[in-house]
């Protein structure tokens, strides 16, 4: 039965998960699957009510059925405030500044929300992806406003009171549920003792290794994981910018590069997002800018694709004055509904805001647009009616119903492909080269 948003159940609670996004509510799900009476609170109510039904406010595979489940048994249940616990998981957003400065506002501000009903004994782990020193940080300030509890870290003799670690998300939208248990944990505390009773707590629910170290390296080794693939899809993109000058089809070239056993080049997009790929790296940068030079390029790089391909898109559509353009998928990655940092969104937001109602939007994955098109006069249309529509489309994302399109659907359009989707589709330099003997 859905919950009452206004009553609590009687069973003492096991955790508190604070932030019900993207990660935070399918974390409170599946420790509540393990059997732990857990609480989520977000500070947005209609979350909160919407999870006390039952129900869910994000796409994940499987997630509806898992918080239905538990809410239905007692074991899930939302608010908007902290209660009493055993453990307490922050997951709230760090995004960072114009300037690319970190912003742990949110950690800081979940701190002082959860600090009021500490009690000796509790763990609080840090999971939301954090400059290195921001757990150090948080127990810093967690000690000021309880000055009656010991934190550790903060000097003092003997054991302290509270237990505090960190221990990043690892997972891969559209498989969340899975890697949430499966995937390896890296908990780092802040002290060996913080570490180890974070590790019980893991313990509860995932099935893959759980490794302990501090809460330095665990925060950076975070930042790395992300750091690594942002540089190396930064070389894919950069290939495909050289490559198309070229007049080479970059997605053979990377093809048969990735023939040699020791070579394996990603694939390029029109620039790089998500809260993670696209985020983490200014973190390191910001860290020591001094000697993060590869990683600062390699996120020059990325965001210089997404100009480049809107650069590219508006002269080619400048070139059809008659036709009607469709941008494919609005998402920062295929068969989600996420558009945290999309390349692929600032792309079409750019196109709608110069083009107007001559571009037309797919995204199976949304079922109204982002704000961002308000009054630009573009609009939200299905597949089918922008493939019987539209005489040029540009691909953005690689969901899998784009991919099903076969080739004698889509022959006759112009195309630019910035996911090597259709390998079977005519180059588009062959159709620039049409346009610019006609003009």
């Known amino acids: ?38 609480l989520g609170v977000d500070v947005n109510a209609d979350v909160v009510a919407t999870v006390n039904s039952g129900r869910v406010h994000i796409e994940e595979v499987d997630l509806y059925g898992l918080v239905q489940g538990v809410v239905g048994r007692g074991l899930l249940r939302a608010a908007t405030a902290p209660e009493p616990a055993d453990t307490f998981i922050i997951a709230v957003p760090t995004p960072f500044h114009d300037d690319h400065q970190p912003d742990v506002s949110y950690v800081l501000a979940a701190a002082h929300t959860i600090a009021p009903v500490l009690k000796k004994g509790d763990l609080v782990i840090l999971e939301s992806t954090s400059p290195v020193g921001t757990t150090e940080q948080l127990a810093g300030l967690i000690a000021q406003l309880r000055p009656d509890l010991s934190v550790p870290g903060r000097g003092g003799a003997g054991a302290a009171d509270l237990f505090i670690a960190y221990c990043p998300e690892r997972v891969l939208p559209g498989r969340i549920l899975i890697e949430l248990i499966d995937n390896d944990r890296v908990i780092g505390g802040i ?47 950069e290939l495909s910018v050289i490559a198309e000058n070229l007049g080479i089809d970059v997605w053979e070239v990377i093809r048969l590069a990735n023939r040699h056993p020791r070579v394996s080049i990603l694939q390029p997009g029109p620039g790089v997002g998500g809260h993670c790929i696209a985020v983490d790296p200014w973190f390191l940068v910001a860290g020591d800018p001094d000697n993060s030079r590869l990683i600062r390029t390699a996120r020059e790089v990325n965001d210089a694709k997404t100009d480049y391909v809107i650069g590219r898109a508006i002269r080619l559509i400048e070139k059809l004055p008659d036709a009607r353009i469709a941008c494919l998928g609005l998402a920062f990655k295929p ?44 609009a ?8 019987s529509e539209c005489d040029a489309m540009i691909v953005l994302v690689d969901h899998d119903v784009f991919r099903s399109v076969p080739l004698d659907e889509r022959a006759d359009k112009l195309v630019y492909d910035t996911r090597g989707l259709w390998p079977d589709q005519p180059r588009l330099s062959a159709w620039e080269s049409l346009l610019a003997r006609a003009a």
């Open 335 to 378: 068969n989600i509904d996420d558009f945290r940092e999309s390349p692929a969104l600032e792309v079409a937001t750019a196109l709608a805001r110069r083009f107007g109602d001559r571009i037309a939007l797919v995204e199976p994955h949304a079922r109204a647009l982002p704000a961002a098109f308000d009054g630009t006069g573009a």
């Open 380 to 387: 939200l249309v299905d597949l089918d009616t922008a493939l």
């Open 191 to 237: 002290t060996p003792r913080c570490a180890r009773r974070a590790m019980g707590f893991y313990r509860q629910f995932v099935r893959g290794a759980c490794l302990t170290t501090n809460a330095r390296a665990a925060e950076m080794v975070k930042l790395v994981e992300n750091s690594y693939r942002d540089v190396n899809i930064a070389f894919a993109n």
């Open 1 to 38: 039965m859905p919950i009452d948003a206004d009553t609590a159940t009687g069973a003492p609670l096991g955790a508190v998960v604070m932030g019900l996004g993207y990660i935070g509510l399918p974390t409170a799900a599946v420790i509540a699957r393990a059997g732990v009476p857990t």
